[in-house]
């Protein structure tokens, strides 16, 4: 198989994964049935179009072989239940016209948001929701989803499985719940949405640095969940971080996928028409009333960010209190390192560093680049070179994405000498 080839698989199956797998799940009513489904058309895809071609429609290719192996598989079953024989007739009549079928992305979409709701369905806890999740709908690896909750991949591993189990034995239905059921598992399915769109913002690993086709999924499903529950505020506050967020996606790399950070993007190139839709879901969160929750309290924060004309013009002193506010309602160990790197900007690296060497003690964080990296930069404002020098190189070999560990790396060369 040539190394085009290769890449062209590997890019349909990282595009449309979800999509395929969250079809198949609805097709056989079960989520590890479908898993196995789609791996196997993806081993026939690598066999046959290195000498075939792509076909014009990969996805559906994908979605046509593993149907055709599920009728396979039931065939063979000695005796087939009424469901399964049903099925099987069904898929087989219009198998043919699938393969040529057109991608109909409202349906994918909606298939995507019932197997969120699945995976989030209340028979599974938080943990579990969101660990398996993000596994089949975000198609990150567990060593991702891991590096994003600072926890060993082996528990994840655990959680993904008995999650799976938990579902099988539930006898749970590929369907997404009444309404009357929706408020039960909306927590965890903004939790994962909201996931899944960071790992498109950051990528935890890999060579780019943005992984934008999973940002704008989890945006395009945020907004089908904002029309579904319009009088839920976090729905809307969600939608306006992630607008307000995605609004800054043109200018946060060059030409060559090099990262630009924040202080030095060209504010020209964030999307006016992103900052404005953020800015109103925004305020159609606050306008139902109940106050801002977590997701509207850090598109308070985006916000500041939205409407400053320079980096100079940021509110950093707002963006504290939000912070603030944010760590009374959902606090994190990351959440605290982000109230130190804006505490440096309102008043300072002294008192910045001050907050960022209690984490430190605290342990909470360790093994995370994101610490060193911003201690690292306090130190070098207050001209502790050597030690800036040792924090930025400590980031960088902690960082799973080659793209930020190169800027880290580079940040630390330039630091230059410590004066003597």
């Known amino acids: 198989m040539t190394a085009d080839v290769r890449r062209e698989i590997e890019a349909v199956w990282r595009i449309e994964s979800a999509k395929i797998l969250a079809t ?11 898993e196995d489904l789609a ?43 009424e469901r399964y024989a049903h099925l099987a007739r069904a898929l087989d ?28 369905h209340p028979v599974l806890n938080r943990k579990a929701q969101v660990a398996l999740t993000l596994r089949v709908v975000g198609g990150l690896t567990t060593e991702e989803i891991a590096k994003a909750f600072l926890i060993p991949t082996t528990t ?6 008995r999650a799976k189990k938990t579902l099988t034995a539930a006898k749970v239905t590929f369907e997404v719940p ?10 965890g399915v903004l939790s994962v949405v909201y996931l899944v769109f960071n790992e498109g913002y950051a990528a935890s690993s890999g060579e780019e640095w943005m992984r934008t086709d999973l940002s704008n999924e989890a945006l395009r499903l945020a907004r089908i969940l904002a029309e579904l529950v319009p009088h839920e505020p976090e729905v809307h506050g969600l939608v306006a971080l992630m607008e307000l967020t995605a609004s800054r996606f043109g200018a946060r790399t060059d030409p060559d996928g090099v990262p630009i950070l924040l202080s ?58 939000l912070y603030q506010a944010l760590q009374q309602l959902a606090p994190s160990p990351v959440v605290d390192l982000n109230l130190a790197a804006a505490l440096s900007m309102a008043y300072g690296p002294v008192i910045g560093l001050e907050y960022v060497d209690k984490l430190v003690s605290a342990g909470t964080l360790s093994g995370y680049h994101l610490l060193p990296s911003v201690r690292g930069d306090l130190l070098a404002q207050l001209g502790r070179i050597d030690e800036a020098r040792i924090e930025l190189l400590e980031a960088a070999r902690l960082a799973g994405n080659e793209r930020e560990r190169a800027v880290l790396t580079a940040k630390a060369a330039g630091l230059g000498s410590a004066p003597r």
Request: charged residues 30%; aromatic residues 6%; glycine residues 8%.
């Open 264 to 321: 030095e993007q060209n504010r020209t190139r964030w999307d006016r028409g992103q900052i404005t839709r953020g800015l109103t879901s925004l305020a159609r969160a606050d306008a139902i009333g109940r106050g801002r929750g977590p997701y509207s309290l850090q598109a308070g924060i985006a916000e500041c960010h939205a409407v400053a004309a320079t980096f100079a013009d940021t509110d950093w002193k707002r963006i504290v209190l």
């Open 178 to 187: 009444e309404r009357a059921e929706f408020a039960g598992r909306l927590g």
């Open 156 to 161: 994840v591993q655990q959680r993904i499985v």
């Open 39 to 81: 791996g196997q058309a993806l081993l026939e895809a690598v066999e046959q179009w290195p000498t075939s071609g792509v076909p014009r429609n990969p996805a559906a290719w994908l979605t046509s072989v593993a149907r055709r192996r599920a009728i396979d598989g039931w065939r063979r079953k000695d005796r087939l239940d």
């Open 93 to 120: 009549n219009d198998a043919s016209a699938v393969e040529n079928e057109t991608w109909d992305p409202d349906r994918i979409d909606d298939d995507i948001l019932r197997l969120i709701f699945i995976a989030c």
């Open 24 to 34: 198949l799940t609805r097709t056989v009513g079960d989520l590890d049935l479908a």
